[in-house]
């Protein structure tokens, strides 16, 4: 049977790979912060039941090794879950933003508003990086340090818009540390929920 393939090199296929995995990770940390939020004081009970640091983190650490075991015994998960399910990605920003402005109010939830929405700005950021990388046809460049970027676009002011972009592998990896990053931080700031003191 024939294969057709893009003929890309190992290494920007490897770079791509980063930039889908690393956001599928933050996929999944920006619905446990929902999950967290939608269910917090079932989460809160559980988690400080040993009424250490400690222990906490320790739950913490089980669930982020991510297993199938994990998710199905992650404490008061399943509402959180329910409600995640079918949402896209820009959808559980949208509810993101506004469970955490709900639990604003909570003596326990110490988070700053204005540095909650600069977290959101680069989620985003992360999103729209990630968009234009993954929704984009590629294609060899000019070089082999190269691979060129193809994008078709008919919006209603611009009309037919056809979008190049070269890229080495170096400027995919950027992409790639950035999604990272924000992955990192909102790790910490759904971990903060429980301990807002908490740095990692």
Do not use: C
């Not at 040993?50 to 008061?76: C, N, Q, W």
Request: hydrophobic residues 40%; charged residues 30%.
């Amino acid at each position: 049977m024939g294969r057709l393939e893009t003929n890309l090199s190992e290494e920007h296929l490897k770079s791509i790979g980063k930039i889908t995995t690393g956001f599928a990770l933050l996929d999944q940390l920006v619905s446990f912060y929902v999950w967290s939020l939608v269910e917090k004081d079932q989460i809160v009970e559980e988690f400080t039941a040993g009424d250490t640091e400690s222990s906490m983190i320790e739950s913490f650490v089980k669930f982020y090794a991510r297993t199938p075991t994990g998710l199905e015994h992650l404490p008061g998960k399943r509402l959180g879950q329910i409600v995640t399910a079918e949402l896209s990605f820009s959808q559980k920003l949208a509810l993101l933003s506004s469970l955490q402005q709900y639990r604003a109010n909570d003596a326990n939830n110490k988070l700053k508003v204005d540095e909650f929405k600069k977290l959101l700005d680069r989620v985003a950021q992360a999103d729209e990086k990630r968009n234009t990388v993954i929704h984009s046809l590629w294609t060899p460049g000019a070089t082999e340090e190269k691979a060129t970027r193809i994008k078709t676009t008919a919006k209603r002011l611009d009309g037919l818009r056809f979008h190049f972009q070269s890229m080495d592998v170096h400027e995919l990896d950027e992409v790639a540390d950035f999604i990272a990053s924000v992955a990192y931080d909102v790790e910490t700031w759904a971990i903060r929920i429980y301990l807002p003191t908490f740095r990692k």
